[in-house]
């Protein structure tokens, strides 16, 4: 029995097909410029935060800005953790297999 599950696994590679190289680079450069934009926004909106908080600051309630601050700091971490995320599925593998075609 066991015999056979060595078999079975030998039998079937277990290396992902590659993908073509336009498709690559083409996949590469979609990340490139969505991660860019990504930390584009991220700037400006950093920027309208510390406006804001200077506008409630000299209205006596620039804690409430505190909280939009927090919110930036979570989609930035977020930015980042999809940034790796997508690279561990667009990386390719150097152990790929060629497809046929």
């Known amino acids: ?9 030998a039998a079937v590679p277990a290396a992902p097909y590659c993908l073509p190289d336009d498709a690559t680079n083409a996949l590469d450069t979609a990340k490139f410029w969505t991660q860019l934009i990504a930390v584009a926004l991220a700037v400006v909106a950093l920027i309208l935060i510390g406006i804001g908080m200077f506008f409630s600051s000299r209205r006596g309630d620039g804690g409430e800005m505190m909280k939009s601050l927090g919110w930036w700091i979570a989609g930035v971490v977020l930015i980042g953790a999809a940034s790796g995320i997508v690279s561990i599925f667009l990386n390719p593998d150097p152990n790929c297999v060629p497809g046929v075609g």
């Open 1 to 9: 029995m066991i015999d056979l599950v060595h078999a079975a696994v």
